[in-house]
Nanobody, 128 residues
Framework: QVQLAESGGGLVQAGGSLRLSCTASGRDATISAMAWFRQAPGKEREFVAAVSGSGRLTNYADSVEGRFTISRDIAKDTVTLQMNSLKPEDTAVYFC?????????????????????WGQGTQVTVSS
């Protein structure tokens, strides 16, 4: 099992930027793909972005493509989500997630069912 801890959430005005970090520990943490999901009040948890175990492949939701960038530092067991040009509709609790498989050389999945390990979440609020 992998333990995940998010940090970096906060309040920002529309058009601003935030950087979220997820630190992983535990078995196989360094070779596993990692993803970010988010959940707004009254809505389902949705996929945001994911990076493969190797760090070379990424996957983004259409709603954040071109604005958000996911990356990983394997040596530090950390995955970062750089969020630019934030919009009020980006307001949500953001969760870091680890999958059942490593997806080391294959594109990381967007399906929530592929992920078994979850962090506690960090709040991101974008004001208009």
């Amino acid at each position: 099992q992998v333990q995940l801890a998010e940090s970096g959430g906060g309040l920002v005005q529309a058009g601003g930027s935030l950087r979220l970090s997820c630190t992983a520990s535990g078995r196989d943490a360094t070779i596993s793909a990692m993803a970010w999901f988010r959940q707004a009040p009254g809505k389902e948890r949705e996929f945001v972005a994911a990076v493969s175990g190797s760090g070379r492949l990424t996957n983004y939701a259409d709603s954040v493509e071109g604005r958000f960038t996911i990356s990983r530092d394997i040596a530090k067991d950390t995955v970062t989500l750089q969020m630019n040009s934030l919009k009020p509709e980006d307001t949500a609790v953001y969760f870091c997630a680890g999958p059942r498989r490593s997806y080391y050389y294959t594109p990381p999945p967007a399906a929530r069912s592929a992920y078994t390990d979850w962090g506690q979440g960090t709040q991101v609020t974008v004001s208009s």
